[in-house]
C-alpha cells in the first residue's frame, strides 16, 4: 500500500508561483510513475503531468505546457509539481497519483493509488 500526501497549495495572485509536493509512504517509490491531475468547481478531473520512475520522461496537458514542470527526488520519496504563471482556470483541488508501473501515463484508471488533494486558488 503506498500512501500519497500532497501539500503546498494555497491561495495566489495571478501571474505567481507555487510548488505543490507529493510525499509518498510505503512500498518502493523509485520503481513507481507518477502524475497531478485536477479537478476544478463543476469539473472533471483532468490530467496535469505526469513522470516515469526515473525522471527521465515527463508529459503535460496542454492547458500547463510551459508553466509546469514536474520532477521527482527519489531518494526523499517524493514528486513535485512548480506551477508557475498562474491563471485563475488553474484554480482546482491538486491530487498526486501513483502509477503501477515505471511509466507515464495520461489516463487516470492507469494510477492505482491517489492522495486526498490540496487546493489552489488562483485570483484575478
Known amino acids: 500500500q503506498v500512501q500519497p500526501v500532497e501539500s503546498g497549495g494555497g491561495l495566489v495572485q495571478a501571474g505567481g508561483s507555487l510548488r505543490l509536493s507529493c510525499a509518498a509512504s510505503g512500498g518502493t517509490f523509485g520503481s513507481y510513475g507518477m502524475g497531478w491531475f485536477r479537478q476544478g468547481p463543476g469539473k472533471e478531473r483532468e490530467f496535469v503531468a505526469t513522470i516515469n520512475w526515473n525522471g527521465a520522461s515527463t508529459y503535460y496537458a496542454d492547458s500547463v505546457k510551459g508553466r509546469f514542470t514536474i520532477s521527482r527526488a527519489n531518494a526523499l520519496n517524493t514528486v513535485y509539481l512548480q506551477m508557475n504563471s498562474l491563471k485563475p482556470e488553474d484554480t482546482a483541488v491538486y491530487y498526486c497519483?501513483?502509477?503501477?508501473?515505471?511509466?507515464?501515463?495520461?489516463?487516470?484508471?492507469?494510477?492505482?493509488?491517489w492522495g486526498q488533494g490540496t487546493q489552489v486558488t488562483v485570483s484575478s
Open positions: 497519483a501513483v502509477k503501477r508501473g515505471g511509466g507515464t501515463a495520461f489516463d487516470p484508471n492507469e494510477y492505482v493509488y
